[in-house]
């Protein structure tokens, strides 16, 4: 008989291991009987277990788990050989299919995506809906059945056109947040290559780098100098060190478990190989339920607590509306009293404002995605508008990032200059002073050594790279003198030991052991953070010269001013034979400093990165846009001034003359770091460049902005640039570069890392929200209009004394619901302004409804209103004959015919007028019924088009007019429509009024628009 406590597991090599397991286990039967797996579907009581409960329809299979010892007390052969994957090539295609079929995706569960049925439930629950429910009740209860019907038409194509435009705005952000999850690094098939975190399966060996952050559990096979933050899963605020030791105990707590890393941890530095042992929800991660990856993008923003703000007021103030039209009627009420104060309460609450919102942000979003940049999170979408500064990194965002070394100096040799450009490895270096070719002597060979040996990048002959742009250019100089690292390994060079580069120090370092089984450190990082490492320097006749601190200084600085005043980034390189065995010690616990020691010089090398054609345009189209940007990066001074002179950050000619940081536009970090809070704020302005900037300097920045009143925008890419991500108002990652954290913490993803994709996420930032601001003002002019014509009107009486209502219940609900949200649903829609990155950035105070706004909505609303009563009157008093007839708010009867004659013609022109409203709003300050050469036009037979059909092409607001107009026409003129269910009758001379009063709005709003520009700044 099996025992029941343990679990034998046979192998396909014939082998087999007996394994301790729980007594709930199911056996269930693998494809190729080499194993056996246990499912998570039950718990220990029987029932479903939570993941199940979460999600039951996601996973076609049960999510299968090795039952086992704990992994982190297994060798790496058992696991390997549990997990059937090999160490070197990881899994084949065909494997990694069949896991994923067994066990899902790498993803927590609980999201649920986009769900139809809730989506649509939800447009029930608003304040409209319930106006809306209560007329289709009250005209039900009074067997007014077309019009309960028609107010019921009306709820669900609202409830629908939401759901339309709010599903598929949760489409796109759904797709938008898969597009800027994290990747990894795996071993497949024996090569390397980046999948999306979700597809990983268990028994992938993953490549684990500084900033990753780990996208599943995983067993450590290699490390080398490999810190991990665990604080999420420990609440250890120090970072881990992690070996690939087997550990004997298997009740070691989760912390102190150095052989495993988990989900959702961060690489704090170093660099690892592991191999993955759990996903989804079986990770550690995944056990507690929580997610560190979710973003807060389904909570409201700013914006829209504006918004729903503006319909609680908009709601209330309807109520009031209603209180007004009992009061009228002396609460002596029937039922076409009760419907007529509803649907004038409908009437004062703009109900397609919610929907045309989320198209506009949702259309703002994929605009921004097109141009390569993921937004994160809604708010960011709003802020970009008012962002005033630009803090942004050099290299790769302002540059190319494809870097060459084009010049270096060595003691007693002099400048040198290397040909060829780009990744190619053919070219030579040529001493400057006599033009001759370089020479190979000793000396020589440690500097190329140390370029080629303490780099972590990979160059093939096809001019194939992958790794750091620096250390890529480093490795391509190394190639074009013949000992590029591949003809070094070779010769028998190994890696003992790695200490990657730290932005903290700005320096890396390797250990090697020679071909003779001696050992060296080479080392480069900036000259500042290697100078006061070095004992000495390696002449030209590869002889080591002593010396102090300051006799280096003295010889070397000037050199790497005359490197980086050409835009050269420079980097020093040193070396240290290490000689006595007490300096050999293991590579997982040697510290750093007893290798970063008595270093002696080799030399600086000049790196260029040249800048982005693109990067000198979108800075000056800042500037025109009243936008500073700030280049903080940790290049040496003059390096980032020569850049930023190049880009326009500042004026072409500034520095050159005279030391750069003495007006304090340019400031070195050291410099910056020690000013305190005070004296930061006393300056006239802040700095334009900021070298050798470190992440604390960037948060600094930050910092003194806000203190300022000012708008940020923060770039970067690596794990240090978090802090200063999140501080900012908006941060923006990398996403060729940036690491999971620093896209983690960040608002907005640059695609393509380029800063000239900042600038077009701006001006769209500036696009969502004037639009926002367009079509707000149009929908509430609406409401206004009619709340003042159906207010004024009461004081229409018929031979009985009832009031005799301008407009019916279904012709309030036409002009508020079909004439106005189309429309606004082409503003929110409208082009780029030309002069929109021509103006400052929106204040902060500046807010939806501003004044000038406010200001607005009521101007044109009376306006529009008041045109319309005059209408109204016109065709009554002087055209007609005066007879509101009896029961015309109800029935038609033949004394009704004239009152339904000016219902038509007031009908007519408030939708009319509406719709050439929204025409208005497309520039809520300039003219736009003017004749377009009073205007600029040069184009005779444009001249007298006005300029609202002249400009930028917004074909969604033209299908927008000619299909509410459509249907007007359709609600004037065919029978029964018009008379039973509009209350109304067709129109014939009243459309020459209608067109009178057109004009006549046209020339009132330009003469209100021509004192706005003269009172109200923009």
């Given at each position: 008989?099996?025992?029941?406590?343990?679990?034998?597991?046979?192998?396909?090599?014939?082998?087999?291991?007996?394994?301790?397991?729980?007594?709930?286990?199911?056996?269930?039967?693998?494809?190729?009987?080499?194993?056996?797996?246990?499912?998570?579907?039950?718990?220990?009581?029987?029932?479903?277990?939570?993941?199940?409960?979460?999600?039951?329809?996601n996973r076609k299979k049960p999510l299968m788990r090795v039952e086992g010892p704990p992994y982190h007390t297994m060798d790496l052969d058992t696991v390997c050989s549990l997990l059937k994957t090999n160490l070197e090539r990881g899994m084949d295609d065909d494997q990694v299919e069949t896991r994923r079929a067994e066990c899902g995706?790498?993803?927590?569960?609980?999201?649920?995506?986009?769900?139809?049925?809730?989506?649509?439930?939800?447009?029930?629950?608003?304040?409209?809906?319930?106006?809306?429910?209560?007329?289709?009740?009250?005209?039900?209860?009074?067997?007014?059945?077309?019009?309960?019907?028609?107010?019921?038409?009306?709820?669900?194509?609202?409830?629908?056109?939401?759901?339309?435009?709010?599903?598929?705005?949760?489409?796109?952000?759904?797709?938008?947040?898969?597009?800027?999850?994290?990747?990894?690094?795996?071993?497949?098939?024996?090569?390397?290559?980046?999948?999306?975190?979700?597809?990983?399966?268990?028994?992938?060996?993953?490549?684990?780098?500084?900033?990753?952050?780990?996208?599943?559990?995983?067993?450590?096979?290699?490390?080398?100098?490999?810190?991990?933050?665990?604080?999420?899963?420990?609440?250890?605020?120090?970072?881990?060190?992690?070996?690939?030791?087997?550990?004997?105990?298997?009740?070691?707590?989760?912390?102190?478990?150095?052989?495993?890393?988990?989900?959702?941890?961060?690489?704090?530095?170093?660099?690892?190989?592991?191999?993955?042992?759990?996903?989804?929800?079986?990770?550690?991660?995944?056990?507690?339920?929580?997610?560190?990856?979710?973003?807060?993008?389904?909570?409201?923003?700013?914006?829209?607590?504006?918004?729903?703000?503006?319909?609680?007021?908009?709601?209330?103030?309807?109520?009031?509306?209603?209180?007004?039209?009992?009061?009228?009627?002396?609460?002596?009420?029937?039922?076409?009293?009760?419907?007529?104060?509803?649907?004038?309460?409908?009437?004062?609450?703009?109900?397609?404002?919610?929907?045309?919102?989320?198209?506009?942000?949702?259309?703002?979003?994929?605009?921004?995605?097109?141009?390569?940049?993921?937004?994160?999170?809604?708010?960011?979408?709003?802020?970009?508008?008012?962002?005033?500064?630009?803090?942004?990194?050099?290299?790769?965002?302002?540059?190319?990032?494809?870097?060459?070394?084009?010049?270096?100096?060595?003691?007693?040799?002099?400048?040198?200059?290397?040909?060829?450009?780009?990744?190619?490895?053919?070219?030579?270096?040529?001493?400057?002073?006599?033009?001759?070719?370089?020479?190979?002597?000793?000396?020589?060979?440690?500097?190329?050594?140390?370029?080629?040996?303490?780099?972590?990048?990979?160059?093939?002959?096809?001019?194939?790279?992958?790794?750091?742009?620096?250390?890529?250019?480093?490795?391509?100089?190394?190639?074009?003198?013949?000992?590029?690292?591949?003809?070094?390994?070779?010769?028998?060079?190994?890696?003992?030991?790695?200490?990657?580069?730290?932005?903290?120090?700005?320096?890396?370092?390797?250990?090697?052991?020679?071909?003779?089984?001696?050992?060296?450190?080479?080392?480069?990082?900036?000259?500042?953070?290697?100078?006061?490492?070095?004992?000495?320097?390696?002449?030209?006749?590869?002889?080591?010269?002593?010396?102090?601190?300051?006799?280096?200084?003295?010889?070397?600085?000037?050199?790497?001013?005359?490197?980086?005043?050409?835009?050269?980034?420079?980097?020093?390189?040193?070396?240290?034979?290490?000689?006595?065995?007490?300096?050999?010690?293991?590579?997982?616990?040697?510290?750093?400093?007893?290798?970063?020691?008595?270093?002696?010089?080799?030399?600086?090398?000049?790196?260029?990165?040249?800048?982005?054609?693109?990067?000198?345009?979108?800075?000056?189209?800042?500037?025109?846009?009243?936008?500073?940007?700030?280049?903080?990066?940790?290049?040496?001074?003059?390096?980032?001034?020569?850049?930023?002179?190049?880009?326009?950050?500042?004026?072409?000619?500034?520095?050159?003359?005279?030391?750069?940081?003495?007006?304090?536009?340019?400031?070195?970090?050291?410099?910056?770091?020690?000013?305190?809070?005070?004296?930061?704020?006393?300056?006239?302005?802040?700095?334009?460049?900021?070298?050798?900037?470190?992440?604390?300097?960037?948060?600094?920045?930050?910092?003194?902005?806000?203190?300022?009143?000012?708008?940020?925008?923060?770039?970067?890419?690596?794990?240090?640039?978090?802090?200063?991500?999140?501080?900012?108002?908006?941060?923006?990652?990398?996403?060729?570069?940036?690491?999971?954290?620093?896209?983690?913490?960040?608002?907005?993803?640059?695609?393509?890392?380029?800063?000239?994709?900042?600038?077009?996420?701006?001006?769209?930032?500036?696009?969502?929200?004037?639009?926002?601001?367009?079509?707000?003002?149009?929908?509430?002019?609406?409401?206004?209009?009619?709340?003042?014509?159906?207010?004024?009107?009461?004081?229409?009486?018929?031979?009985?004394?009832?009031?005799?209502?301008?407009?019916?219940?279904?012709?309030?609900?036409?002009?508020?619901?079909?004439?106005?949200?189309?429309?606004?649903?082409?503003?929110?829609?409208?082009?780029?302004?030309?002069?929109?990155?021509?103006?400052?950035?929106?204040k902060r105070s500046h807010g939806l409804f501003r004044a000038s706004n406010l200001c607005d909505i009521f101007i044109y609303g009376i306006i529009v209103g008041g045109i319309g009563l005059c209408n109204f009157a016109v065709s009554m008093y002087a055209w007609g004959d005066n007879d509101f007839g009896i029961d015309?708010?109800?029935?038609?009867?033949?004394?009704?015919?004239?009152?339904?004659?000016?219902?038509?013609?007031?009908?007519?022109?408030?939708?009319?007028?509406?719709?050439?409203?929204?025409?208005?709003?497309?520039?809520?300050?300039?003219?736009?019924?003017?004749?377009?050469?009073?205007?600029?036009?040069?184009?005779?037979?444009?001249?007298?088009?006005?300029?609202?059909?002249?400009?930028?092409?917004?074909?969604?607001?033209?299908?927008?007019?000619?299909?509410?107009?459509?249907?007007?026409?359709?609600?004037?003129?065919?029978?029964?429509?018009?008379?039973?269910?509009?209350?109304?009758?067709?129109?014939?001379?009243?459309?020459?009024?209608?067109?009178?009063?057109?004009?006549?709005?046209?020339?009132?709003?330009?003469?209100?628009?021509?004192?706005?520009?003269?009172?109200?700044?923009?």
């Open positions: 008989m099996s025992d029941p406590q343990n679990t034998t597991i046979s192998f396909a090599d014939g082998g087999t291991t007996t394994l301790p397991t729980t007594t709930n286990e199911k056996k269930i039967p693998n494809n190729d009987s080499t194993l056996t797996l246990a499912t998570d579907t039950e718990s220990k009581s029987g029932k479903t277990s939570i993941k199940d409960k979460i999600n039951p329809f995706f790498n993803e927590l569960q609980g999201s649920g995506g986009v769900n139809p049925i809730q989506l649509f439930i939800k447009q029930f629950i608003n304040l409209l809906v319930m106006i809306l429910l209560i007329a289709t009740i009250v005209s039900f209860v009074y067997h007014d059945w077309i019009e309960g019907g028609v107010i019921c038409f009306i709820m669900f194509l609202n409830a629908f056109v939401g759901f339309m435009q709010e599903f598929k705005a949760e489409k796109t952000m759904e797709s938008l947040r898969k597009m800027a999850s994290p990747t990894s690094t795996v071993i497949r098939s024996g090569k390397e290559q980046s999948v999306p975190t979700r597809e990983l399966v268990v028994g992938d060996i993953i490549i684990l780098k500084s900033g990753d952050v780990v996208g599943a559990d995983c067993r450590i096979i290699e490390a080398s100098n490999m810190d991990v933050d665990e604080a999420l899963l420990t609440g250890e605020s120090v970072p881990v060190n992690k070996n690939p030791e087997t550990l004997p105990n298997a009740e070691v707590s989760l912390g102190d478990r150095v052989n495993m890393s988990y989900s959702s941890t961060t690489l704090a530095k170093g660099r690892g190989k592991a191999i993955i042992t759990a996903i989804g929800m079986e990770t550690e991660i995944g056990r507690i339920a929580q997610r560190l990856m979710d973003s807060d993008d389904a909570s409201k923003t700013p914006l829209q607590r504006s918004i729903d703000r503006l319909a609680m007021f908009l709601f209330v103030f309807a109520v009031i509306v209603v209180i007004i039209i009992f009061a009228v009627s002396k609460f002596r009420l029937d039922d076409q009293d009760i419907l007529y104060a509803i649907t004038t309460a409908i009437a004062a609450v703009p109900e397609g404002l919610l929907a045309v919102l989320t198209l506009t942000q949702a259309f703002g979003v994929h605009a921004m995605a097109k141009a390569n940049a993921l937004v994160r999170r809604l708010v960011s979408l709003e802020l970009l508008g008012s962002v005033t500064n630009i803090c942004s990194d050099k290299t790769g965002t302002l540059t190319q990032s494809k870097m060459v070394m084009t010049r270096f100096w060595r003691p007693g040799a002099g400048f040198h200059s290397v040909s060829g450009l780009g990744f190619t490895i053919q070219g030579e270096a040529t001493a400057e002073e006599t033009n001759a070719p370089v020479e190979m002597t000793d000396a020589m060979k440690q500097f190329i050594q140390c370029a080629a040996l303490c780099n972590m990048s990979d160059v093939q002959e096809d001019e194939k790279v992958s790794g750091d742009p620096t250390e890529i250019a480093l490795q391509v100089f190394a190639h074009k003198m013949k000992m590029g690292k591949p003809a070094l390994k070779e010769k028998q060079w190994s890696m003992a030991a790695e200490y990657p580069f730290d932005s903290t120090i700005k320096r890396m370092s390797v250990l090697m052991r020679t071909p003779d089984g001696h050992h060296v450190a080479y080392g480069k990082g900036a000259t500042e953070r290697m100078l006061d490492r070095c004992a000495g320097i390696l002449n030209a006749e590869n002889q080591v010269e002593y010396m102090n601190l300051s006799d280096m200084q003295e010889l070397i600085l000037p050199q790497v001013e005359a490197l980086a005043r050409c835009g050269l980034r420079v980097l020093t390189l040193v070396y240290r034979p290490v000689k006595t065995e007490k300096d050999v010690v293991d590579q997982d616990t040697f510290a750093r400093d007893m290798i970063e020691r008595d270093m002696i010089f080799l030399g600086l090398a000049g790196i260029y990165d040249p800048p982005r054609e693109e990067s000198k345009v979108a800075v000056e189209r800042c500037h025109r846009a009243g936008i500073t940007v700030h280049m903080l990066t940790g290049d040496h001074i003059a390096t980032a001034t020569a850049i930023a002179r190049e880009v326009s950050i500042l004026p072409a000619d500034y520095g050159l003359d005279k030391d750069p940081e003495k007006d304090g536009l340019v400031m070195s970090a050291q410099r910056f770091d020690k000013l305190s809070e005070e004296q930061i704020d006393a300056l006239p302005e802040l700095p334009l460049v900021i070298g050798r900037c470190s992440p604390e300097t960037k948060v600094k920045v930050i910092e003194a902005l806000y203190r300022q009143r000012k708008i940020s925008a923060m770039t970067g890419d690596g794990v240090n640039d978090s802090p200063s991500l999140k501080e900012a108002d908006v941060g923006i990652a990398m996403g060729e570069t940036g690491s999971d954290v620093a896209k983690q913490a960040s608002d907005i993803i640059l695609v393509d890392d380029n800063f000239s994709t900042i600038v077009h996420a701006i001006e769209e930032g500036r696009r969502v929200f004037a639009n926002i601001s367009r079509f707000c003002v149009h929908l509430i002019t609406a409401n206004v209009a009619l709340a003042f014509l159906l207010i004024v009107g009461l004081a229409f009486r018929d031979s009985t004394g009832k009031a005799a209502f301008a407009l019916s219940p279904l012709q309030i609900l036409f002009a508020n619901c079909l004439t106005t949200t189309p429309p606004a649903l082409g503003l929110g829609l409208e082009p780029v302004n030309p002069l929109q990155m021509q103006v400052p950035p929106r015309c708010s109800k029935n038609y009867n033949e004394t009704c015919s004239t009152v339904f004659r000016a219902r038509g013609a007031l009908f007519t022109t408030i939708c009319c007028m509406l719709l050439m409203h929204s025409f208005t709003c497309r520039d809520l300050r300039n003219p736009q019924w003017l004749p377009s050469f009073l205007c600029g036009e040069r184009r005779w037979y444009l001249a007298l088009v006005p300029k609202a059909f002249n400009q930028r092409q917004n074909w969604y607001l033209y299908y927008a007019f000619a299909f509410t107009i459509a249907l007007l026409i359709i609600t004037l003129y065919v029978p029964v429509l018009n008379e039973v269910v509009f209350k109304q009758h067709g129109i014939g001379w009243e459309w020459g009024m209608v067109a009178a009063s057109c004009f006549v709005y046209c020339i009132i709003v330009e003469i209100y628009k021509y004192f706005k520009r003269m009172i109200v700044p923009y």
